[in-house]
């Protein structure tokens, strides 16, 4: 699967419907950005399983800064709807590869029960 452009027409139904969700904030100005790019679509080819999306922050400002780049390129990855990662800077082949296992790898059930218990704390402190 090629790698395809998100919007935010786009974006929630994407986090929805795919259980793997790679998303490339990028600029076309920032060089970083395409010296990742053949590296982030070579991953997409190869791990079809995995929705990989390009976020183009000019056109896209709305998502990037409800998102908080600050920094791109920025790779943000969500399982299940969930963030999980979230890193700005090119990374190399080898290096997403170790993310894509890592993502992968990762038991939902202890993610969803720690984020239950972050909101929880969350809205405890602010009862308080």
């Known amino acids: 699967m090629a790698t395809v452009a998100i919007t935010r027409e786009n974006l929630d139904e994407t986090l929805r419907d795919n259980d793997i969700v790679f998303l490339d904030f990028w600029a076309d100005w920032c060089r970083p950005c395409h010296q990742f790019a053949p590296v982030f679509e070579q991953a997409s080819d190869k791990h079809t399983d995995i929705t990989f999306g390009k976020i183009d922050t000019e056109d896209e400002q709305e998502l990037a800064g409800a998102a908080g780049i600050t920094s791109i390129p920025t790779l943000m990855i969500f399982r299940g709807g ?6 700005a800077g090119a990374l190399p082949a080898a290096a997403l590869e170790s993310l894509i296992a890592q993502v992968r790898a990762l038991d939902m059930d202890e993610v969803r029960q720690k984020v239950a218990e972050m909101n929880a704390a969350e809205a405890q402190a602010q009862d308080d």
């Open 82 to 87: 969930i963030p999980v990662f979230s890193q």
